[in-house]
């Protein structure tokens, strides 16, 4: 995968350098490169940014520079690649950011990440770029950050460890948070017993269907105590009945294929 990143602080992007996504670049599975916007301005003073046409706070990023930089990534394209690449915007008003999009996004050629300022970029450059890109302003949450290069390193991070490789072992990849709808279940290691408490006993006993069942409970318990919201999308229309068991422990009924919560339930937390 070719991964570009236009910025005015291409030094925020250094991390990019380290830990499994700086490994991936060094072994050939994934080529970054970081680009100054300024150094696609003309003027002496390398301006970005204008004030905003009918007034308010703050400046808007220039349009220009934003195309030539674009431009110049767009004709950058890997020769076999196959679609449009895609030019992802952070930005709180995008859509959001989750496991299943950095999934998607994983398959790609190629993707360009530009980093907005300011109270963001001159909208014109967004229409423009959908004849060279396809084009996705994304949110990592529901808060305000003051630049989009937070938004990247994190982006970056969750697409580059699924591209294949870049994780020493993929299975890690399938048990983890979000990778089947629910939170990721506790996890322990030695010593068996840490200044007096001590590991669930179920972990210690070798019965390795035991061990599954209890995680995947230890998941719905987890789930339902602080992201309920996502049992309300979880497709449990052919769980084991165990599973269901656990469910209804929690509070959760499978009514055509969903979960929904017992009204007289209580708080899951304390199920
Ligand atoms: N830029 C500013 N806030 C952001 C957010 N929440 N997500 C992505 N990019 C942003």
Redesign the pocket.
Known sequence: MRIDVVSIFPEYLAPLELSLIGKARQDGLLDLTVHDLRSFTTDRHRTVDDTPYGGGAGMVMKAEPWAQALASVAAAQPADAGSKPVLIV???A?ERFNQALAYELAEEDQLVFACGRYEGIDERVIEWAEEHFTVRP????D???N??EV?VLAMVEAIGRLLPGVVGNPESLVEESHSDGLLEYPVYTKPSVWRDREVPAILLSGNHGKIAQWRRHEQYRRTAERRPDLLETFDAGSLPRADRTALADLGYDVVDGRLKRRPDSGSAASA
């Open positions: 952070p930005s709180p995008g994304v949110s990592l949450g808060y305000v950050l630049g989009g938004a």
